[in-house]
């Protein structure tokens, strides 16, 4: 687990980097490397009861909303948008500029999706395997999404309604797709 806080020298290098970054100043990578130094990626992720539980957040609620108020504090000085989704776009940034940094495998087999990382221990991620699909059950997934679709667009549909459903039905049934 990190400290409550995050360390007074990443919060500035972090400020320095996306400041400038948002400014005409080009030193961000060198801010960057300063940020890496003193903060993992882990600590740039939601201290959700999943990302703990799995590794991939070693953030608190404090440390995290340190970074929320930073990140506000930036977007506003930069005259830019500051909602909940700009916030979380820049800290989203700030956890895949570190991840390049700090984890450069890990960084180039995810892009930084975290829905790939199956759990981080000791620093060390592991990333899920892919779920090999064959054509066929590609097939039957795409053609039951279909039907899922339908049925819960009934009213928009309208009148178009019961023959695409049937249609679907009949072409499941051909198939042999389970419903």
Do not use: C
Request: charged residues 30%.
């Amino acid at each position: 687990m990190s400290n409550l806080t995050i360390n007074e020298i990443a919060i500035n290098a972090i400020k320095k980097a996306y400041t400038g970054r948002f400014g005409a100043e080009d030193k961000f990578a060198e801010h960057m490397d300063v940020a890496k130094q003193h903060m993992r990626w882990t600590d740039a992720v939601a201290p959700k009861p999943s990302n703990l539980e799995s590794g991939k957040s070693t953030a608190t609620k404090e440390s995290y909303e340190q970074l929320k108020v930073l990140f506000v504090s930036i977007l506003k000085a930069k005259k830019r948008t500051h909602d909940s989704a700009a916030v979380g776009a820049e800290i989203k940034d700030l956890k895949n500029q570190l991840m390049k940094r700090q984890d450069p495998k890990v960084y180039a087999e995810t892009k930084g999706n975290l829905t790939k990382v199956e759990k981080v221990e000791n620093g060390a991620a592991t990333i899920k395997k892919p779920v090999a699909t064959t054509t066929i059950q590609m097939r039957d997934q795409l053609i039951t999404n279909v039907k899922n679709w339908v049925e819960k667009n009934s009213v928009e549909l309208g009148q178009d309604y019961t023959p695409t459903r049937k249609a679907i039905l009949a072409a499941m049934e051909t198939l042999s797709i389970k419903r």
